[in-house]
Structure formats: structure tokens, C-alpha cells
């Protein structure tokens, strides 16, 4: 209906839109933005292996959260995939998401070997 991808790769750049913790019609980890946070990340995880590329390659990561006051939360499951890796990040709060129990929407570029 959107018309658009999940991640699109052009050169070694990959670019992953804004994804949340829906799957088909249902929320996953409705009331717990940690919980959508960590289906998040796995969702962008499988976007980037069919491209050829993985959480190892990301170089940025944007969030945005309906309650600022979670940030403890998304940057526990932002630290436990990206301890090592380190990408540059953002957080901003915004006032609403597409579905009123969406919580956090996450998008991030990749820098994958040619």
C-alpha cells in the first residue's frame, strides 16, 4: 500500500526505513518498548542479511520514542547489539507513531564491503 522497501542498498550504502514492532497486524511488545526495541533490531538484522550485510556494519541508528523518559530502556537493547560496534546514534521523542501502541520506531544506515 506504502510503496516503499524495508532497506535499500545502493553502492555499500544500505538504508533501513523506519521500522517498528509490527508483524502482520499485531504489535509485538505492546506496552514494552524494550521488548519492541529488541524485535526491532532482529527485524532490521534480517533486512540487512538479505542485502549482504549486518548489525556489524551499521555506522548510525535513529530512534524515535513516544516517551523520552524510556531512553533507559531502548539504550539497554541498543547496547546489548551495538556494545562493540558503537554507531553514532540519535533519540528524539516524537508524539505519535502510526499505531497508538507503537512505542519506538527505529531506522539506520549501513556501510557493507562492496
Request: hydrophobic share 50%.
Amino acid at each position: 500500500m506504502v510503496g516503499y522497501l524495508r532497506a535499500v542498498r545502493v553502492g555499500n550504502t544500505i538504508e533501513v526505513a523506519g521500522t517498528t514492532s509490527m508483524d502482520g497486524d499485531l504489535v509485538v511488545g505492546k506496552d514494552n518498548v524494550y521488548a519492541q526495541s529488541v524485535f526491532i533490531f532482529q527485524k532490521i538484522a534480517k533486512a540487512l542479511q538479505q542485502l549482504g550485510s549486518s548489525l556489524a556494519d551499521v555506522v548510525s541508528t535513529r530512534m524515535f520514542v513516544t516517551n523520552i523518559a524510556d531512553w533507559e530502556l531502548v539504550s539497554k537493547a541498543h547496547g546489548e547489539l551495538f556494545k562493540i560496534i558503537r554507531p553514532v546514534a540519535a533519540m528524539v521523542q516524537v508524539s505519535k507513531l502510526i499505531d497508538d501502541d507503537l512505542l519506538i520506531e527505529i531506522e539506520l544506515t549501513a556501510i557493507a564491503e562492496l
